[in-house]
């Protein structure tokens, strides 16, 4: 399975993927994106390039390329399926997402269409196949600048070749728009842009203290370390989820997975997309492994199904500078 981290997170994996594009306007998001899985909105590294071996092969993580091994393996950063490197990857290739909203200026309470086009960096017009991963070729995160609203949406493939998404902001202010994606044979990209929306705002929300525990519509969800969260350190993070004071043991699979994990830093400048590894269960508890590479407060959003229905739990952690 898989995860994604922008610095912009039988058990759930978290994956920060982050091949990013700098911020953009409204109208367009023409900046580079890169691959990797866990870096800070707005920058980029280059795919890791196969490495040379003598006899045997290399594996890399996908979201994270700077894990590597000789032998087959889940990445111990977010443990997603080792991939080989050895068959031939696109080096060198760089992506950036080209964005564009219509209408251009979008206002609250009113219809916009979200548009996306990844573009090979220096041959914009080469057309990008996407890989389908979790069943869907992209994966639109939007959420408000102060972390408050999260929507997970998916832009699909018109003939115009775009990727477009019908949308209806509940209210005005900025929002962060993340997509992730992953171009056939290469790695994970992440774009990111800032969208201006207009209209009625409302004050923001200030999240000061770590909120470790989630209740909405008679569900519950308590997140959970094994050990003190610090920068550096691989974490093993379990959510455990229960409606009516029960445990829940009959979780739906949500987009091929038993849940999906977004984790943002305060100011979106990291990011984390997560995904659950293999389990023998479905509930109440759903293990991930993951680590920080920034210290700072972090709003986690943890989207699980049951009975048919999408739920959307949200926590606050503050992770702690590296120990001396």
Same mark, same amino acid.
């Given at each position: 399975m898989k995860r994604t981290l922008l610095p912009i997170l039988p058990l759930l994996t978290f994956i920060w993927t982050t091949s =990013?594009?700098?911020?953009?306007?409204?109208?367009?998001? !023409?900046?580079?994106?890169?691959?990797?899985?866990?870096?800070?909105?707005?920058?980029?590294?280059?795919?890791?390039a196969g490495a040379e071996h003598s006899g045997g092969h290399m594996y890399a993580c996908p979201m994270h390329p700077e894990v590597t091994s000789e032998k087959p393996?889940? =990445?111990?950063?977010?443990?997603? #399926?080792?991939?080989?490197?050895?068959?031939?990857?696109?080096?060198?290739?760089?992506?950036?997402? !080209?964005?564009?909203? #219509?209408?251009?200026?979008?206002?609250?309470?009113?219809?916009?269409?979200?548009?996306?086009r990844p573009q090979v960096v220096g041959n914009e017009q080469t057309p990008v196949p996407l890989a389908v991963v979790h069943e869907k070729q992209m994966h639109l995160i939007i959420v408000s600048k102060d972390l408050s609203?999260?929507?997970?949406?998916?832009?699909?493939?018109?003939?115009?070749?775009?990727?477009?998404?019908?949308?209806?902001?509940?209210?005005?202010?900025?929002?962060?728009l993340y997509q992730d994606y992953q171009p056939e044979n290469n790695s994970h990209q992440l774009g990111r842009q800032t969208l201006q929306v207009s209209g009625p705002t409302r004050p923001a929300v200030k999240f000061e203290k770590d909120q470790l525990r989630w209740q909405k519509d008679g569900y519950a969800a308590a997140l959970s370390f094994d050990k003190a969260v610090q920068v550096g350190r691989t974490l093993g993070l379990?959510?455990?989820?229960?409606?009516?004071?029960?445990?829940?043991?009959?979780?739906?699979?949500?987009?091929?997975?038993?849940?999906?994990?977004?984790?943002?830093?305060?100011?979106?400048?990291?990011?984390?997309?997560?995904?659950?590894?293999?389990?023998?269960?479905?509930?109440?508890?759903v293990g991930f492994h993951t680590s920080?590479?920034?210290?700072?407060?972090?709003?986690?959003?943890?989207?699980?199904?049951?009975?048919?229905?999408?739920?959307?739990?949200?926590?606050?952690?503050?992770?702690?500078?590296?120990?001396?």
């Open positions: =990013c594009s700098s911020d953009n306007s409204a109208a367009s998001g !023409n900046a580079p994106a890169a691959a990797g899985h866990q870096h800070a909105a707005g920058e980029g590294h280059e795919p890791a393996g889940t =990445c111990p950063k977010c443990g997603m #399926t080792l991939k080989r490197t050895d068959q031939g990857p696109a080096d060198g290739i760089r992506y950036r997402m !080209n964005f564009a909203a #219509t209408p251009a200026q979008p206002a609250a309470g009113q219809s916009v269409t979200l548009s996306f609203e999260f929507y997970h949406e998916h832009p699909e493939l018109k003939a115009s070749a775009r990727y477009e998404v019908p949308f209806t902001f509940k209210t005005g202010g900025t929002y962060l379990i959510v455990t989820v229960s409606r009516g004071g029960r445990p829940v043991t009959d979780l739906d699979n949500y987009l091929g997975a038993l849940g999906h994990m977004v984790v943002l830093s305060e100011d979106g400048s990291q990011y984390l997309h997560v995904h659950p590894q293999e389990s023998s269960t479905q509930g109440p508890a920080f590479e920034k210290p700072g407060r972090y709003r986690v959003f943890l989207q699980f199904k049951h009975g048919g229905t999408v739920q959307t739990a949200d926590f606050t952690v503050t992770v702690a500078p590296a120990a001396a």
